[in-house]
């Protein structure tokens, strides 16, 4: 029994027909309770790597992991023998599954992304069958202040069935906004906290006039005493959708997912976010150049997202020379964690998040390291640390099942587990056949076109004169004796001519 792309979480969900790489998904009955997979290589991220490992699931969670775990007598066992499992991968931030990556509203928290999500994208479908099991939904870096986002799963039809966590963070760019200087930028930050306060002191006010009018009491203070003692009585049901999630951001409750594309600036984000007391839940996205107040970064101690491009490349301008720097390689040694995200605007192999993490290993980078840079630390980031990112017992048992060594690109994913479900299987993935048969489509016609080419090179080459006597091999020796041919040309060592 192994099911094939199954849906989301269940037989409603099944019966709906779910379709995935344009195969209709039939109805079938809920996977088994308990489900073994054996034989593999296992790459826990948290823990030591372990050869023929056993992991154990049960209604979605990891109850145990090891070499030695006994398969209970009603699990259905999966024999992974030759595959290497590792926790589903983790993509830190991404707009990509949105219908738009920006409001038009610089500053818009009352947005939530979910409003802007559309299940039905490919972007879906490549990041599940990328070994990509859990995205962080959020804005693109086009604003002041977003809306909320959102940790979902790469499979599901609405964007609340997909959703693992909400309400997790917004987005703040202190890098301007296009058209906008860094002047504005910052001033409308200003303005915007500045307003944030004086509606909480208003709110306050009223709160504390309304309390007084129960019991019949007349205000007995001034506007600043009342306003102080009108705070504690404000809950999350008074604020408005404008000033709610700012709020929230300020209390704690939300990270600030704060985009920071240049070294210049690092200073006024870490001022922006000390001032405003949400440091301690600061999440720093760095642009290609950020890496260079690394000083800076290193003293703030937040956890970082890396760009796209993990190379910074500019020209000297004495030399004329182009210098490049490896971004990874200058966060790593100022000992501060970070995550890597996929390029899909690259044609190389930049796209896969596990080349990302093999690239870093290249330049020196510790394995481990990388291996958390793409699955446990985007989860740390987004407050999921305990959910998500490593095989260990009580984990949500997402897991991708590769052909190989995941950091060898020579191996590729072969099948996705999310919440203990196969969500993806290589071997019935229609969408990836078709694409695989019109590659070699493409290389029977170009094999075609080369022998044409020879075959045309051959018939336009000139024919051999009629009559025409082959050219000899090695050059004629005259009988012993015999005086020499006529003009011939005398040889070298025998005495003759100059």
Known sequence: MKPKFRGLLGAALLAAGFSFAGRQVVRASEPPAKIALTGARVIPVAGEEMDSATILIEHGRITAVG?????????????????????GLIEPQSWRGLDVPNETLPVAPFLDVADAMDPSRLYFEDALRDGITTIHV?????????????????????????????????????????????????????????????????????????????????????????????????????????HRNLMRLKRGDLIAWINVGAAMDVAPALKLATEHGFFEKAVFALGSETFKAIGELKKAGRPVVLPEDLFHRERDSVTGEIRETFIPAKIHEAGLMFALQPNPNSSMAERYLTYQAALCVRHGIPRQTALEAITLNAAKMMGLGDRFGSIEAGKVANLTVYSGDPLDFNSWVEQVYIDGILAYDRSDDPRLEELLRLEG??????????????????????????????????????AEGAPPAENARPRRGTGGGR
């Open 67 to 87: 070499k030695d775990v006994k398969v209970p007598f009603d699990a259905m066992e999966i024999d992974c023998s030759g595959k290497v499992i590792m926790p």
């Open 138 to 242: 959020i804005q693109a870096d086009n604003t002041v202040i977003g809306g909320l986002s959102r940790a979902v799963r790469s499979i599901g039809l609405t964007p609340d069935e997909m959703a693992v966590a909400t309400n997790i963070a917004l987005k703040l760019s202190v890098t301007p906004r296009s058209g906008w200087d860094r002047m504005q930028q910052m001033a409308t930050f200003r303005e915007t906290f500045r307003e944030l306060e004086e509606y909480i002191g208003n709110l306050a006010e009223q709160k504390y006039e309304e309390s007084l009018s129960k019991q019949n009491k007349k205000v007995d203070v001034g506007p600043a005493e009342a306003r102080e003692r009108g705070r504690k009585l404000i809950t999350d049901a008074d604020y408005d959708d404008q």
């Open 441 to 478: 489509v493409a290389k029977k016609a170009d094999e075609a076109k080369r022998k044409a080419a020879e075959e045309a090179k051959k018939e336009s080459a000139p024919p051999a004169e009629e009559g025409a006597k082959p050219k000899p091999t090695e050059e004629a020796k005259p």
